[in-house]
Nanobody, 127 residues
Framework: QVQLMESGGGLVQPGGSLRLSCVASGSVFAIHVMGWHRQAPGKQRELIAAITNGGEENYDDSVKGRFTISRDNAKTTVYLQMNSLKPENTAVYFC?????????????????????WGKGTQVTVAS
């Protein structure tokens, strides 16, 4: 079992920045990929960024150059640095862990391929 807890959400003005954190506990040694997903009202959950145990990163095109995923050396905390935020980035942001191994990062674009989820943290971008 893996437990995930997100923090760092809030209200920010357009153009501002936020850093989300996700702390993993439990069987963290079994995690292969950690991902940040978001879900806006009325929309499906979608992957924003993912990072493998080996440090390979993958981003949705809409956030490339503005968002950065990283993790601590113990691999128990994953961060999402979000810069130049836009109103359309308003959503609930979820941290997720996948125990599955696949040799393509495209596999991890699907929320269905994650095994554990946090409860989410709200990010609101508004002036």
């Amino acid at each position: 079992q893996v437990q995930l807890m997100e923090s760092g959400g809030g209200l920010v003005q357009p153009g501002g920045s936020l850093r989300l954190s996700c702390v993993a506990s439990g069987s963290v040694f079994a995690i292969h990929v950690m991902g940040w997903h978001r879900q806006a009202p009325g929309k499906q959950r979608e992957l924003i960024a993912a990072i493998t145990n080996g440090g390979e990163e993958n981003y949705d095109d809409s956030v490339k150059g503005r968002f950065t995923i990283s993790r601590d050396n113990a691999k128990t905390t994953v961060y999402l640095q979000m810069n130049s935020l836009k109103p359309e980035n308003t959503a609930v942001y979820f941290c997720a862990a996948s125990l599955k191994y696949y040799n393509s990062m495209d596999f991890y674009r699907s929320p269905e391929n994650y095994d554990y989820w946090g409860k989410g943290t709200q990010v609101t971008v508004a002036s």
